[in-house]
């Protein structure tokens, strides 16, 4: 790690941090990412242990639920956007499978 990149660490530490070249690791999630899914989880496990089942609760749920559906939506597309076109053409292929 050259001195910039230990410098752009110690300002943001919850930046992304990429994979080393050839590797099939995958970047690091954001502090950010990994709060918002973990909000969503607390407030969905808040209502479950509620022991009142108001109808507003079940507005919530399907809100909540509706958030996580778009979060995992914005990953896949985020991550067939980042593909190149050969990945995404052996992808196809196997799906096609």
Not at 19 to 42: F, H, T, Y
Not at 46 to 72: C, N, Q, T, W
Request: with cysteine.
């Amino acid at each position: 790690m050259s001195s910039r990149e230990r410098q752009a660490a110690a300002i943001h530490p919850d930046a992304r941090t990429p994979p080393a070249p050839g590797s099939n690791a995958r970047p690091r999630r954001r502090a950010s990412e990994r709060r918002a899914l973990v909000s969503v989880r607390e407030q969905l496990q808040a209502i479950k242990h509620a022991d009142v089942g108001y109808p507003d609760e079940a507005v919530r749920v399907r809100e909540l639920m509706y958030s996580v559906e778009a979060f995992v939506t914005l990953i896949v597309r985020v991550g067939w956007a980042k593909m190149g076109a050969d990945q995404v053409t052996r992808l196809c292929q196997r799906f096609a499978a």
